[in-house]
């Protein structure tokens, strides 16, 4: 998202390369703010279900990229992709970690973080294809349907397997 976006935003939006680093200071800004209290409401949720709701929230914030002008609905769609990513990354390790064996914990982990730098290698070179080739919205669209997928994908891995005791979310708080 971050190689295309900015390059997106500048030759379709006439959005300046401050405009855009704004954005990025606004999505670190909801990090800081919110992402402690983000992390205390979901740990004691269903994790499958947790990486749902974070990906509709990356499928609303992609999706909005190939709809809206305007560019505070851009600073929005950056806030609302944030939020999904709060959501989804903690999560997304534990489930990794949870899905391995003790034993082999190290190399399920090592495997988990290269499956983000395939993307990371593929992505860029094919958002340029569509951005110079198609209607430069079709990349947000797609985006967004891909994380449709996704979400559906959650859902059913939750259905199947999130019973099993390594899945289960944390126990929850007792009252101080």
């Not at 959005?15 to 999505?27: D, I, K, N, P, R």
């Not at 994380?147 to 005791?165: E, N």
Request: glycine share 8%; hydrophobic share 50%.
């Amino acid at each position: 998202m971050y190689n295309s976006l900015s390059v997106y935003l500048r030759d379709n939006h006439g959005v300046s390369a401050q405009g855009y680093g704004f954005m990025l200071t606004t999505s670190a800004l909801t990090v800081i703010f919110l992402q402690f209290w983000t992390t205390r409401r979901i740990k004691h949720a269903p994790p499958f279900l947790m990486m749902a709701f974070g990906t509709l929230f990356y499928m609303v914030g992609f999706s909005l990229f190939g709809f809206v002008s305007a560019y505070w609905l851009f600073v929005s769609a950056i806030i609302v992709i944030t939020i999904g990513e709060m959501i989804i990354m903690p999560i997304s390790q534990a489930l990794a970690a949870n899905f391995a064996p003790e034993a082999m914990r190290g190399r399920y982990m090592a495997a988990f973080s290269l499956t983000w730098m395939v993307p990371a290698t593929i992505g860029p070179g094919a958002a340029g294809i569509i951005l110079d080739n198609y209607n430069p919205n079709l990349l947000w669209y797609s985006g967004g349907a891909l994380c449709a997928v996704s979400v559906l994908a959650y859902v059913a891995l939750h259905q199947r397997i999130g019973a099993q005791q390594r899945f289960a979310p944390g126990p929850a708080e007792e009252p101080a």
